[in-house]
């Protein structure tokens, strides 16, 4: 049986103002192997008022994270 363990979110307000509305989102890890290895997802949805621009920054946020992450447990 692999183990899960999920986080989620809501962001509704923050300072400096988003310029959207909302934004939910989700960090689930999994894990994967026997061999202690564990499977990172991270999920984000946000309002439809937000543009092109909001969800590619999110994007870059995300491969920056993991590239972080990565670099500290290789």
Known sequence: ????VTISYNVIAAE????FTSLQGSIVL????LENKTLIEWHTDVSNDADAAVIQ??????????????AKFP
């Open 57 to 70: 920054d999110q994007h870059f946020k995300k491969l920056e994270f993991f590239r972080d992450l990565q």
């Open 30 to 33: 999994r894990q994967v192997t």
């Open 1 to 4: 049986m692999s183990a899960q």
């Open 16 to 19: 400096p103002v988003l310029g």
